[in-house]
C-alpha cells in the first residue's frame, strides 16, 4: 500500500510569487492535515481537510490555504511569498479524521525561498 | 497553552545502550500521544500510538509509556543500533485532528 505521497519534493521561489503544493494521503484514507516544519519554530500545525471542508486552521496569515478534492488528495497555496515562508511542508493523512487515528506522514516539500 | 516539550534536544549514546527519551505536556486532556522518527530530510515515520487510556505500547526494542495525570510519556530504545540514529517527535492530540509536537531530541548512536 502506497504511503502519503507528496509533490514536488524541493522548490525555490522568489519572494511575491506563490506556490501551490500537493498531497495524495494513503488510499482510502479522508483526513489530510498540513504542517509547517522551521528549525526555530518546530512543527506547527496549518489546517485539516476532511471531505472537502476545512475542519480545523491553525495560527498562519490567510496567505495560506488549502483545498481538497473528492478523491480526498489535498493541495496547500502559499502567496505572495515571504524569505519567513522558507520550510519543510509535511502532509498527514489519517483513516477517518477521528482523532483516536493515528496520522501518518509523506516526506515534505522543501521550500526555499530566495 | 498546550505546550510539549522534549529534553534534552540533542544526546550522544554508545551503541548496545538502552536509550530513554522523555516528553512533558502541559495539558492531561489528551486523546492520544504519538511518537515518531525523523531523518535528515525526511519526513515523519510513526513509530507508536498510545491511547489515552493506555499506559505503555510495545514494538520490537520500542516501548512507549504514558502518564496523564503527570503530564509525562518515555520512549525507550533498547539496545541501541548506530540505525537508530535520527530526531525523535513527541505528539499529542488534543482532539480535532490537530497534532501538537515537541522540538524533538535529536539521538546519534555511537559505534
Known amino acids: 500500500k502506497a504511503g502519503v505521497t507528496q509533490t514536488p519534493r524541493y522548490l525555490i521561489k522568489t519572494r511575491g510569487q506563490q506556490v501551490t503544493l500537493s498531497c495524495s494521503p494513503i488510499?482510502?484514507?479522508?483526513?489530510v492535515s498540513w504542517y509547517q516544519q522551521t528549525p526555530g519554530q518546530g512543527l506547527q500545525f496549518l489546517f485539516e481537510?476532511?471531505?472537502?471542508?476545512?475542519?480545523n486552521k491553525g495560527n498562519f496569515p490567510g496567505r495560506f490555504s488549502g483545498r481538497q478534492f473528492s478523491n480526498s488528495r489535498s493541495e496547500m497555496n502559499v502567496s505572495t511569498l515571504e524569505l519567513g515562508d522558507s520550510a519543510l511542508y509535511l502532509c498527514a493523512s489519517s483513516l477517518t479524521g477521528d482523532s483516536n487515528q493515528p496520522q501518518h506522514f509523506g516526506d515534505g516539500t522543501r521550500l526555499s525561498i530566495l | 497553552k498546550q505546550e510539549v516539550t522534549q529534553i534534552p534536544a540533542a544526546l550522544s549514546v554508545p551503541e548496545g545502550e538502552n536509550l530513554v527519551l522523555n516528553c512533558s505536556f502541559t495539558d492531561s486532556a489528551i486523546y492520544n500521544l504519538q511518537w515518531f522518527r525523523q531523518d535528515p530530510g525526511k519526513g515523519l515515520t510513526s513509530l507508536l500510538l498510545?491511547?489515552?487510556?493506555?499506559r505503555e505500547q510495545t514494538s520490537g526494542r520500542l516501548n512507549a509509556s504514558l502518564d496523564k495525570s503527570s503530564g509525562r510519556s518515555t520512549l525507550y530504545i533498547a539496545a541501541s543500533q548506530p540505525g537508530d540514529s535520527a530526531t525523535y517527535l513527541c505528539?499529542?492530540?488534543?482532539?480535532?485532528?490537530?497534532?501538537?509536537f515537541g522540538k524533538g531530541n535529536q539521538v546519534v548512536v555511537i559505534p
Open positions: 498510545i491511547q489515552s487510556s493506555q
Open positions: 505528539a499529542v492530540n488534543y482532539g480535532n485532528n490537530r497534532l501538537a
Open positions: 488510499s482510502g484514507h479522508r483526513s
Open positions: 481537510y476532511f471531505s472537502e471542508t476545512q475542519r
